[in-house]
């Protein structure tokens, strides 16, 4: 179990704000922390690693991760962190990044099965894709055996045939060791692949803890609802439409010259989908 009650002022863009996060972990969770960007959530994983200072308490398995007296530092806290940029050892192999955490070669080669990169072993992280170079890392983040495994979008980057990929890998992983894992995802698919539950920020506040099935399929009047982001208005033979991006697709949706009017200057949205139509509504900015 992982508890966690932490403070931390923040420099937001509209100004400063206070990071303020007060949960219980279940162990083995998944859990995705959502929201839009600079809304704390970086730093919230940073703060669990120890590798920023905040003040309150993080207890993980009755260990005191940080109090008044105490910071544990990232070291001792049996952390796996991936990053979104794979922070790798440019001048070892992929072996060799392995087994810089731990010189356990039965573990390190049981990863790479798992993950398909054996042949891969002796090559440097230079000669590898940005999927492959993500599931060393992931790899890597592995070998110290984690009770908490951080990640901070860890797929952003790649295609989504290879962040499909990776999401099997993903929690394949975190089945087999039992981990407790903290995922930042902006992503919906992902979300709803991976996570058991959901926590979403905004202004360094939790606003939602729910699960993905809740989060993404809002009921309403048989309706479904889910963000998006408006990317253009255009018009196409006396038409007007939405140019909207979901996930890693986009697409456009026929909408009147009054909707038309309500989006312009919108960036953020919802677009609702019933049996009859599909309809998009403004979310205004903070």
């Not at 060799?96 to 070669?105: A, G, I, K, S, T």
């Not at 039965?106 to 398909?116: K, N, P, Q, Y």
């Not at 949706?253 to 599909?278: F, Y």
Request: charged share 25%; with cysteine; aromatic share 6%.
């Amino acid at each position: 179990m992982i508890r966690i009650d932490i403070r931390k002022p923040l420099q937001g863009a509209g100004g400063t704000m206070e990071l303020r996060i007060d949960l219980t972990i279940k162990e083995r969770t998944f859990l995705a922390v959502a929201g839009e960007s600079g809304s704390g959530k970086t730093t919230f994983l940073r703060i669990l690693a120890g590798l920023e200072q905040a003040e309150g308490e993080i207890e993980v398995d009755q260990e005191r991760w940080l109090d008044d007296k105490t910071c544990l530092p990232p070291q001792k806290r049996r952390i796996g962190f991936v990053f979104q940029d794979y922070a790798l050892f440019e001048n070892m192999k992929v072996l060799e990044n392995l087994l810089f955490v731990r010189r356990d070669e039965r573990l390190a080669w049981h990863l790479l099965h798992m993950t398909d990169l054996v042949e891969l072993a002796d090559r440097y992280p230079a000669g590898l894709s940005g999927g492959q170079k993500q599931r060393v890392a992931l790899c890597r983040a592995m070998m110290n055996r984690p009770r908490l495994l951080l990640m901070d979008e860890p797929l952003s980057a790649l295609d989504p045939a290879m962040r499909q990929k990776l999401q099997k890998d993903i929690l394949h992983l975190h089945k087999e060791f039992g981990t407790t894992t903290v995922m930042v995802s902006h992503d919906p698919g992902e979300i709803y692949q991976l996570a058991d539950r959901v926590v979403t920020l905004s202004q360094g506040r939790v606003v939602a803890d729910t699960t993905p099935a809740q989060l993404f399929f809002k009921e309403r009047s048989g309706a479904l609802s889910f963000h998006g982001e408006l990317l253009d208005l255009i018009s196409e033979a006396e038409s007007e439409y939405a140019v909207i991006s979901v996930g890693n697709q986009i697409t456009k949706i026929p909408i009147t010259p009054s909707q038309s009017l309500r989006l312009k200057d919108i960036r953020e949205i919802r677009i609702v989908v019933s049996p009859e139509c599909a309809q998009i509504e403004p979310i205004p900015c903070d």
